[in-house]
């Protein structure tokens, strides 16, 4: 029988036991923080929490960077019954204002250092608390924390009850909060831990993700915690930090970027892997080429899976059977999957269409927008991921493009309607389109294609200046070039295919 309880219990009471002196993270220059610390530090934060007037179902927004205290300040938020919301650490307050706006926090939490300006903001938009997270900074939620007592109190939360929201944005440009509950979470989990054969206690977990994002804060940290493993937690991606510490590791997860990046530097070899069980990729299409040089430099095939922010992993190659490239595998166990038009009627084999999806791990719907949910599922209850997609006659699944207008660079997604909402802004600016084009570090990378106003002098640099501070750094494009008319069909719709074919 699943259970139904607060994920927070899942989390850091296992099934498996294991010695108490178990490392959970092992941050490199920090003190090992241990499992069994896990229930007292965050009883502490609970009680802080608690103090601060948060309860269950109040939204928790946080941008912070990656640290121990991060992932305690998670669990204690699951713990509490709050909703914990994470963003990106490069959004600038332009775009915070908007989450903030829309999730209605109780609590928001920001690094030391844009304490005034984010906390004066949070100020103006009505949220009851800021604080920040850090050593000794303004505010911080941590101060005297070990004066407190540790609250035992777990709220009593459901399958149903929300554990976070998670911002993606849209294609209309305004981002949507998917509302995700402890037992999509839990399922998803629990069904991964199982399919990638963890193994509980002996695993040591690769872990260079951001903390903001499905990847790097519920697949990786919840494997690692359903099997107890050490997790190796750097901070800040960088090759040489993987370099150091594949050796002592037995799983890493990466976006395809990491892997191009390691195959890059020459000192990267088998001997390195030699410890390493499994290499899994996702986020974005991992290119045939990588897989391939990956197996000659490693002998590791890299299990590549497929998921989205709205239903967790959806998709895996499998552990056992052939792990192929260009494929993401088979629908996860619990997880039905299928392939249908644009009017809704399922495929045969091998046809191309969208893929559509249902399961435990499906979220259930966007915050605050009860339209924009309905219209993003079927009539019986299937996710509708936009994904273009084929599945043969054994169930396996290829990713083959996208119906939305979507950009993933280095695994992060991007709009082009933000971008372009932005740019039309600019003052000399007729019109502009953004696409995605090849970029051999992060896959695709923005280009934006601009139209003047008639007469009007504009370069690219003053695009690129007046898009600083509006919108995130990743976000900006990597290049702008200038054309008199944006081609259109007859319904005066622009024509993103041509344009990508005349600027690869
Ligand atoms: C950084 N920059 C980028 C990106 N990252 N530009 C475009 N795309 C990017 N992804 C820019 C910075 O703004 C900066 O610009 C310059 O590149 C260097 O920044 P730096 O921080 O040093 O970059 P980096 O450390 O080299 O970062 C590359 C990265 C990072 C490690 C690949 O982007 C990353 O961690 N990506 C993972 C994202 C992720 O976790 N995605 C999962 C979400 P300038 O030089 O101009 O200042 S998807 C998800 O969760 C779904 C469910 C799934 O399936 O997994
Ligand atoms: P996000 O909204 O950040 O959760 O990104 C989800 C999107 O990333 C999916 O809808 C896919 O378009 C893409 N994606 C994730 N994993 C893969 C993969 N293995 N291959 C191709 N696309 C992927």
New binding site residues.
């Given amino acids: 029988m699943s259970l139904n309880e607060n994920l927070y219990l899942s989390l850091v009471n296992p099934a498996q036991t294991v010695s108490s002196e178990q490392v959970f993270l092992n941050s490199p220059g920090r003190t090992p923080l241990l499992y069994s610390q896990l229930e007292h530090l965050t009883g502490k934060i609970h009680s802080r929490l608690l103090a601060l007037g948060v309860s269950p179902g109040d939204r928790v927004v946080v941008q912070i960077q990656k640290s121990n205290e991060a992932v305690l300040l998670y669990l204690a938020c699951l713990r509490a019954g709050a909703i914990y919301i994470p963003l990106n650490t ?1 959004y600038t307050p332009n775009e915070v204002k908007y989450f903030l706006q829309d999730a209605a926090p109780k609590l928001f939490v920001c690094e030391p250092a844009s304490y005034l300006e984010l906390g004066s903001l949070a100020t103006d938009l009505q949220v009851p608390f800021t604080k920040s997270l850090g050593d000794s900074g303004q505010g911080n939620l941590l101060k005297g924390i070990e004066l407190l007592p540790d609250n035992p109190d777990v709220a009593h939360r459901s399958n149903d009850d929300l554990a976070s929201i998670l911002y993606t944005s849209g294609t209309t440009g305004r981002s949507k909060g998917a509302m995700l509950s402890h037992g999509n979470l839990r399922s998803n989990a629990q069904t991964l831990h199982d399919y990638w054969q963890w193994q509980d206690g002996t695993d040591v977990l690769l872990h ?3 903390i903001f ?4 804060l519920f ?1 990786a940290l919840h494997c690692a915690m359903f099997g107890r493993s050490t997790v190796n937690f750097i901070q ?3 090759v040489d930090s993987l370099i150091q510490h594949l050796p002592h590791s037995t799983v890493m997860m990466g ?1 395809p ?2 892997y191009t ?1 390691l195959l890059d530097n020459l000192s990267f070899n088998a001997q390195l892997c030699k410890n390493m069980r499994l290499f899994i990729a ?3 299409p991992l290119l045939a080429e990588t897989h391939d040089q990956f197996v000659a430099r490693t002998g590791h095939k890299i299990l590549e ?5 709205e239903c ?2 959806i998709t895996s190659n499998p552990y056992d059977g052939k792990r192929i490239a260009g494929s993401v595998g088979f629908a996860l166990p619990g997880v039905s999957a299928r392939v249908a038009d644009s009017e809704g009627n399922i495929l045969a084999d091998n046809e191309t269409g969208v893929l559509e999806v249902k399961g435990p791990n499906v979220f259930s719907g966007y915050w605050k927008m009860p339209e924009k949910s309905a219209e993003e599922f079927t009539d019986d209850g299937y996710f509708i991921t936009g994904d273009l997609s084929t599945m043969d006659s054994t169930g396996r699944i290829t990713i083959v493009g996208r119906s939305k207008d979507l950009i993933i ?6 709009y082009p309607k933000e971008i372009e909402t932005e740019i039309d802004q600019i003052e000399g600016v007729k019109e502009s389109a953004v696409i995605g084009v090849p970029h051999a570090d ?1 896959g695709e ?2 280009l934006a294609v601009v139209v003047a106003e008639a007469n009007c002098e504009l370069s690219g640099d003053v695009i690129l200046e007046s898009l600083q501070g509006r919108l ?5 494009p ?1 290049s702008i070039v200038f054309i008199d008319e944006l081609p259109r069909n007859v319904m005066g719709k622009v024509q993103k295919a041509q344009l990508r074919a005349n600027h690869q």
Avoid: W
Wanted: charged share 15%; glycine share 14%; net charge positive.
């Fill in positions: 490069a260079a993700l951001p994002h499905v990847h790097g697949v800040k991606f960088s976006v970027t990491f990046r996702g986020s974005a899976r497929y998921g989205m922010t967790g992993m660079s280095g695994g992060f997604n991007i992060f990378a923005v995130a750094k990743f976000k900006q990597k």
